[in-house]
């Protein structure tokens, strides 16, 4: 791959053409099934090692029919805007029902996804203040637990992505992770930027204390935030990565998403201080690994052949970000495929999908596909119905 910043200035600019002839046949599956490291015994034994899983769909609504909310400065804001722009979602729709629609579009698209075995639907915890009250005005997008919960119970190949805000306090924060993992939970989520946590506060001890005790990862935000809004400027400093070391020396599987770097190339990137985290990892004993979510984004092209440089590749971790738009790469970044396969995966729509192969053929490690099955808390009985669910799949598409 040879992308750089000129790369990246042309394709904003418009001056790099992606319009392809679609081709006919079809771009065919190649899961890796490697020997990982730090591989969790029991996943290792049971047969889910090879599946692949995105750990990284967030799901929301405004309230209008589920006990989710949106506030009006999020609802406003350009980056929701631009996302159900490109959702392909229908606008008068989504006006009629917004939060059944969104539900049914997301569950539709991981069933729909061929490649994918799981994906991980994330909630989204409001902002708590530190004596342990919910912050409403600061709180722009909440998904409750128990919203995600019943989806991922109704749907074999969804996976629940919990999210508790430590300001919760020992007693009902406890309270709230041990629900969460006798509901299923399969790892924890915080984007610290837009829940106002400092991940580096020792008064969150007993939190890391009780995911490591679970063995229950922490999928982390880092660097800066743009999608949820961000009160103040100063808070984007809490997506920085180093800030997650006591969670790391507490045991904590860490998953650092986005391998902390940044959307727009003026902003601070932490991908630098990730790889000196890295660098450290095994003298430390540090269970840490990087999501590759929303790197399927035009913006990022400047930054793709750094990050396959300096993050380990048996550390990356499957990711969309979806409802995150994905974008379609530039061929120059997948030139080992022939003009035809390229087209093949131009002509995806579907964006979970899309996401997956566009990765893969981006250089992105075939390992990272299939590593959170060996990261991840995945109940028994999900595994079970995560082979059912592909075997229908599998029946439809061959008839």
Partial sequence: MKASAATGAALMSGNVSLNFAQGLCEFTREKGVNTMEGQDRNNEQSGVRDKVI???????????SSPCKMSRKFLHSASYLYMVVRSGISLKELSRDHDTVLRKTMIERLNNASGIDFGVFLAFDSVYKENGEIDEKNSHMVTPNNYVMDIARDNPKVLFGASVHPNRGFTKGIEELDRCIEGGAVLIKWIPNSQIIDPSDRNYKWFYRKLADENLPLLCHTGPEHGIPVIKTEYQELGDPRKLRLALDTGVKVIAAHCATSLFS???SYLGELSEMFNERERRGWNLYADISAMCILFRVPIIDALLKKIPHDRMVLGSDYPIPVDRMPPEFIETLTFHEYSEIAKIDNPIEKN???????NFPKEAMTKAASILRIPEEKKAAGDSAREG?????NR
């Fill in 266 to 268: 003026w902003e601070k």
């Fill in 54 to 64: 995105d750990i990284h769909l967030h799901i929301g609504g405004k309230g209008n």
């Fill in 356 to 362: 997956y192969r566009q990765l893969l053929a981006m």
């Fill in 393 to 397: 799949l599998e029946v439809q598409g």
